[in-house]
């Protein structure tokens, strides 16, 4: 039975997956190279020192660590101009409704814990911004794991949190790592954007837009047989 919803930051709750993008391209673009949106896919829920790796060897680029922990921390710089200007009519359609039908299926008797699931630094100040630092029973965020997705760590420990089983939860991801981390810690992964992109997910939808917890929760149901 599910008893908890766990929720990625970045491209589900909010869309600060954007401004990552801008902030890694104009990195890069320093650098003398660009990159595509495609290739951006493979960064969402990667940590930010594996991410400007990533970014570094697409660009063929090697740099002392030295330097590289300067990029990093510029790169978080111009991304932070981005999140300190956003308010709570940045949280992405949809979220607000679900978030509230949660409550509403609590009131039912059908009680659904929620946690955050964030492999990022940023997120309390992120949640914070856009008001919805007080709405979770637990946060788990970059400054509390060790591994980034597609390691399960981010999505076990809220599970802990929250003291329910991994079957026991849904979890809400828009990233390729993500969804496999929730794979691999054995939680049904409910993907939010495209199916072309999302294949190892179990269901995909491309919105939290015109999602209901009823027919998420029977949904499920049926999948898990
Ligand atoms: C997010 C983003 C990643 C980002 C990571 C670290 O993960 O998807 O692109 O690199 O956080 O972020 P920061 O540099 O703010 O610590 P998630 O798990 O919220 O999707
Ligand atoms: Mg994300």
Redesign the pocket.
């Known amino acids: 039975m599910i008893k908890a919803f766990l929720f ?4 589900v709750l909010v869309d600060t ?1 954007v401004f ?1 993008y801008q902030a890694w391209r104009r990195m890069a673009n320093s650098l003398g190279f660009d990159f595509t949106h495609e290739f951006n896919e493979t ?6 020192m594996d ?1 400007l790796d990533r970014i570094l060897a697409l660009g063929g680029v090697t740099l002392t660590d030295e330097r590289k922990l300067e990029l990093a921390a510029q790169k ?1 710089q111009w ?1 932070l101009d981005l999140v300190n200007e956003m308010t709570p009519a940045d949280i992405l359609p949809g979220v607000n409704a679900f978030l509230a039908q949660i409550k509403q299926a609590g009131e039912q008797g059908q009680p659904i814990k929620i946690a955050l ?7 309390p100040l992120i949640l914070d911004r856009v008001g919805l630092s007080h709405i979770f029973d637990a946060i788990i965020d ?1 400054s509390k794991i060790t591994h ?2 597609p390691d399960p760590e ?1 999505f076990l420990k809220g599970a802990a949190e929250l003291n329910v089983l991994p079957e026991e939860c849904i979890v809400f991801e828009d ?1 390729v790592a ?1 969804i496999e981390a929730a794979k691999r810690g054995n939680m049904f992964a409910l993907g939010i954007g495209s199916p072309d992109v999302l294949t190892q997910a179990d269901l995909v939808v491309p919105s939290l837009e015109h999602l209901t917890v009823t027919e998420l929760l029977s949904a499920v149901e049926r999948a898990q047989g």
């Open positions: 990625d930051l970045d491209g997956a990552h960064l969402k829920g990667v940590s930010r991410s978080n991304y699931g964030s492999v990022s630094k940023n997120a970059g980034s997705k981010v990233a993500g």
